[in-house]
């Protein structure tokens, strides 16, 4: 009875943007949920799940370690973020399925939690200097002690100017600092958009101390280039959130290239490969700051991982005052993890604690969301 008797993928509207939910139901009737982190290539990812499904209906529900093998290894190809966004998604509905079956809370399956709450931090929306410190100076009323800004760079073209970008942002981040003082953790994501040279160069913009982490500056496909930039820089760095498995993340761990792993529980594995980095850290002195921008399935599997290790900071929401996007919709998720003030509370309810109106999830209108396609201002490409 403990065997997998189904796999579906379901592609819901929440919020301003799509969430792809995988539903495991196993022969008894219990279901499991899990969450891809693939955002805006959602199509490929539940194809993928289909994929999954032939192979994995019919197994014992309960052989998650090994499920997760026989997914990653069954093509010819390894890996990849399509395949492992899937196998995250069904790593996770296993988990919660095992914590309903035995009743207790994913966390104690991983070992039991070593927190009671989950800190948090959240995000700035505006660049404007005003609106900047009025948003930082609301979240600290709130409670946050770690915020993070967005970086001043577009046009209304969706045009991005690296070098027009970078003195602006650093004068920002320094009112921040002078206004709120050293208690505050302030953090900047570029998302990845500059080049070698130019985060370089933002970083010497930056008196000692302005700066408490630096987000994802450059992609991450070569850690060399980390390398460099960590002989020119004493900033810590924040980065994991494009790893889509171990693999990945093995030369930032063993190289020192990253001070906090942003990984993301939804595209790097579930929980299977998420403890395995988890633990990978703790060794090196690397603390977890969750990358989680999705929905509440997304979320409490955050809280559930948070809670189980010992080296952890922040976890990334985005449901404060300032940025709440709707990912977190009460009525096609009417449980889910209870947020008070700046930090999650880690639940007691078996399984992961989220609770799906899959009949409203299933009239949802999802339509497809491109992200924005920058240029740099000569016409040529750049990341978004």
């Given amino acids: ?28 009737g219990i279901v499991g949920w899990g969450e ?27 052989k998650i370690g090994r499920i997760w093998q026989e997914s990653y290894r069954a ?5 990849g973020r399509v395949l492992t966004a899937a196998i995250s998604a069904i790593d996770i509905a296993l988990y919660d399925i095992l914590g309903k079956r035995l009743g207790v809370p994913v966390y104690q399956l ?34 946050w002690d770690c915020v993070r800004l967005v970086p001043s760079y577009f046009d209304d073209n969706e045009v991005f100017d690296p070098r027009k970008s970078l003195g602006p942002t650093a004068e920002q981040l320094i009112a921040v ?3 709120f003082g050293k208690d505050l953790c302030i953090g900047i994501d570029f998302h990845h958009r500059l080049s070698l040279a130019e985060t370089a160069s933002f970083c010497n913009m930056l008196p000692p101390g302005t700066l408490d982490f630096l987000e994802e500056p450059m992609r991450c496909e070569t850690p060399e280039a980390y ?15 494009e790893f889509a498995s171990k693999w990945q993340a093995g030369p930032y761990v063993e190289q020192g290239l990253t001070q ?15 403890m395995k ?52 919709d009460p009525v096609l998720f009417p449980t889910q993890i209870t947020m008070e003030g700046a930090v999650y509370v880690v639940p007691d309810g078996p399984g992961l604690g989220v609770e799906v109106n899959e009949d409203a999830i299933r009239k949802s209108n999802p339509t497809h969301v491109e992200p924005p396609h920058l240029r740099r201002p000569d016409g040529s490409v750049t990341n978004w």
């Fill in 1 to 28: 009875m403990t065997k997998i008797a189904s796999i579906e993928p379901l592609l819901a509207r929440v919020g301003i943007r799509n969430q792809l939910l995988v539903k495991v139901t196993t022969e008894d």
């Fill in 36 to 62: 891809s982190g693939l955002s805006a290539r959602e199509q490929a990812v539940s194809a993928a799940v289909e994929h999954a499904a032939e192979f994995l209906v019919g197994q014992d529900s309960r």
């Fill in 75 to 79: 093509q010819y190809f390894e890996g």
């Fill in 110 to 143: 991983l070992g039991g939690r070593q927190r009671d709450v989950i800190p948090t931090f959240a995000s700035t929306t505006k660049s404007a200097h005003d609106d900047i410190i009025a948003e930082t100076r609301q979240l600290m009323q709130l409670g």
């Fill in 177 to 179: 600092r002078n206004e």
């Fill in 227 to 241: 390398a460099t930039l960590r002989k020119m820089t004493d900033i810590p760095f924040a980065v994991g959130e």
């Fill in 260 to 274: 906090y792993m942003r990984l993301d529980i939804c595209n790097i594995g579930g929980f299977t490969e998420a």
């Fill in 277 to 328: 980095v988890a633990g990978w850290c703790e060794r090196h002195y690397i603390d977890l700051m969750p990358h989680n921008p999705l929905g509440p399935v997304c979320t409490a599997a955050t809280v559930h991982m948070a809670a189980a290790v010992p080296n952890f900071s922040w976890q990334e929401t985005r449901q404060s005052p300032v940025e709440n996007l709707g990912f977190h």
